[in-house]
T-cell receptor
């Protein structure tokens, strides 16, 4: 079955530690995205990648880093520089090109900083 | 910049119709989308409408588009407890990206 997976579902981190969230897709999509969701804030774009080995900052990239070494994978690292990292993180992917922009979402990772 | 605007909450009785409203920002948007998010899960595409359409119906869902006012609405007929979720309106943002509203929590009263 084609889809997009995120792991782990729940993640706990001590203050000052970096942590990496996994996102994998087998949909053969070129574009991948990371969003952060906080109550009452909707989705805010952290980083996106339209093609392998290329990525751009979104609206709230500070304190985060990504890599896109493979088409299927777009891991997100939450660094100790992120001041308020507790949130629900959503990864998405889409076929690149054309006006139809449906994004497919993973199930999300809930990160809690202790 | 401008935001996609939605009300945060909507409460309806089971069996009634729900109407969720959205104001988007770009009059040249080609497609507009409604996504649904159930508790603790990712978003799923519920329906979409192409900009040359005024209305689209899909079973219990009706989407209305008013391009002049940049207003999009989602009507859910015969609302059921399983419809309880957060509903996001979205429009194209950049290249192949989307920008989302803050989401409307649909609350179903028995």
């Amino acid at each position: 079955d084609g889809g997009i997976t995120q792991s782990p579902k729940y993640l706990f981190r001590k203050e000052g530690q970096n942590v990496t969230l996994s996102c994998e897709q087998n949909l053969n999509h070129d574009a991948m995205y990371w969003y952060r969701q906080d109550p009452g804030q909707g989705l805010r774009l952290i980083y996106y990648s339209q093609i392998v080995n290329d990525f751009q900052k979104g609206d709230i990239a500070e304190g985060y880093s990504v890599s896109r070494e493979k088409k299927e994978s777009f891991p997100l690292t939450v660094t100790s520089a992120q001041k308020n990292p507790t949130a629900f993180y959503l990864c998405a992917s889409s076929i690149n090109g054309g006006p139809y922009n449906e994004q497919f979402f993973g199930p999300g990772t809930r990160l809690t900083v202790l | 910049g401008e935001d996609v605007e939605q009300s945060l909450f909507l409460s309806v009785r089971e069996g009634d119709s729900s109407v969720i409203n959205c104001t988007y920002t770009d009059s040249s948007s080609t497609y507009l989308y409604w996504y649904k998010q159930e508790p603790g899960a990712g978003l799923q595409l519920l329906t979409y409408i192409f900009s040359n359409m005024d209305m689209k119906q899909d079973q219990r869902l009706t989407v209305l588009l008013n391009k002049k006012d940049k207003h999009l609405s989602l009507r859910i007929a015969d609302t059921q407890t399983g419809d309880s979720a957060i509903y996001f309106c979205a429009e194209p943002y950049f290249a192949d990206g989307l920008t989302f509203g803050k989401g409307t929590h649909l609350i179903i009263q028995p």
